[in-house]
């Protein structure tokens, strides 16, 4: 089995204060990427005897063992194996919306849609502003220097 990589290192706990993750799965014989987001949790709401209302229940989803949502991915993985692939988690996200940004991010600035070098084919996103602010508060955007255009 291929691990998923933190910046250099060997990661395979999910944090506690973290909802998931944003990476980059590289083919290794090929060098095609695909830049996704993966959840750490899985939140299922189920019936309890003798409740009237359904219960949530959060379980450790499949992000271990995960290669991505795409389907040339997954027939590559399966015609190569999963470990002629790199797993690297790019940023650790406190929230959804932080994920979903920062998965746009990742896939805009590295032009995922326009490279072939890339499986990503289509990006779709929904996220507030009011939802990014621990993002807004913390030193990521310092990074980048805001522009007008």
Same mark, same amino acid.
């Given at each position: 089995?291929?691990?998923?990589?933190?910046?250099? *290192? &060997?990661?395979?706990?999910?944090? *506690?204060?973290?909802?998931?993750? &944003?990476?980059?799965? /590289?083919?290794?014989?090929?060098?095609? =990427?695909?830049?996704?987001? =993966?959840?750490?949790?899985?939140?299922?709401?189920? #019936?309890?005897?003798?409740? #009237?209302?359904?219960?949530?229940? /959060?379980? /450790?989803?499949?992000?271990?063992?995960? %290669?991505?949502?795409?389907?040339?991915?997954?027939?590559?993985? *399966?015609?190569?194996?999963?470990?002629?692939?790199?797993? /690297?988690?790019?940023?650790?996200? #406190?929230?959804?919306?932080?994920?979903? +940004?920062?998965? @746009?991010?990742?896939?805009?600035?590295?032009?995922?849609?326009?490279?072939?070098? +890339?499986?990503?084919?289509?990006?779709?996103?929904?996220?507030?502003?009011? %939802?990014? #602010?621990? @993002?807004?508060?913390?030193?990521?955007?310092?990074?980048?220097?805001?522009?007008?255009?």
């Amino acid at each position: 089995m291929n691990d998923w990589t933190f910046r250099g *290192e &060997v990661f395979n706990v999910a944090p *506690e204060d973290c909802v998931g993750f &944003v990476y980059c799965i /590289e083919n290794t014989t090929n060098g095609r =990427k695909y830049i996704g987001k =993966k959840q750490f949790w899985s939140i299922n709401r189920k #019936k309890v005897k003798g409740k #009237k209302r359904k219960v949530k229940v /959060e379980t /450790e989803s499949d992000w271990k063992t995960y %290669h991505g949502s795409s389907g040339d991915v997954a027939a590559d993985v *399966e015609k190569l194996g999963a470990g002629k692939f790199k797993r /690297e988690i790019l940023h650790l996200c #406190k929230s959804k919306a932080e994920c979903s +940004y920062l998965e @746009l991010h990742e896939q805009v600035i590295r032009r995922a849609l326009i490279d072939d070098s +890339y499986y990503n084919s289509w990006i779709r996103v929904r996220v507030t502003k009011s %939802h990014l #602010k621990s @993002l807004r508060d913390s030193d990521f955007l310092s990074q980048f220097p805001s522009r007008k255009l």
